[in-house]
């Protein structure tokens, strides 16, 4: 195994290039194909993608690899590396994955990027029936983009996040939080998840989890 190792990485220079990209997949969770600052590990990861399966296998972690995305992930295989989401978290990255899916069906190129308002979340967030429903007020609305940006989910075009018209890029990473075959029934699943979040009573706030490249 070592020797595999030794003979790909064997200078300075590409075991610094292997560390930053093995870096950036635990701590970013996604590289992605058609982000600037991925690019490169994206496609240093997939040249090299059996090193990269070898040396993640040894700490319980695989790599996903989807071409057709343009995303690479990490995923843990013992249920670790797990991050807890309260709910308004978790109803934020269920809201942008549906507008994620509506917003592809209507583009025609697959590489037009998914572009979606403030305001079209609010609207869904709305939509929700919920009790004792927390306010997503400026600060939240910060926050969550802060947080799926730091993860490669979503990136801010415009700076003041909190105006209605500011436009956040949803990457296809946002696909890959949770394994589907079908695209179709993802939709049909998340929408049953958020209607199920029309019953929360506003107890247990952090009992949801993602795993951490999701």
Known sequence: MFDEFEK???SVAEKERFRVAANKLLNQ???LKKKEDTRKDYIYVRENKELFKMYFDMIGYSVRINEDQGVIALSSDYDTGRMQFNKMESIFLLIIRLLYIEKRKEISSSYEEVIVLMEEI???????KIKNKPNMDKGTEKG???LFRRYN???NID???NQADCRL??????????TVDDINDFYEMTEKKLQSYARYDGKNDTDDSI???N
């Open 211 to 213: 795993d951490e490249e």
């Open 144 to 146: 969550m983009v802060s």
């Open 122 to 128: 609010r609207e869904k967030y709305s939509l929700l």
């Open 153 to 155: 989910i979503i990136r």
């Open 169 to 178: 890029v949803i990457y296809p990473s946002v696909l890959m939080a949770l």
């Open 8 to 10: 790909i990485i064997n």
């Open 29 to 31: 969770c996604f590289l």
């Open 159 to 161: 700076s003041d996040v």
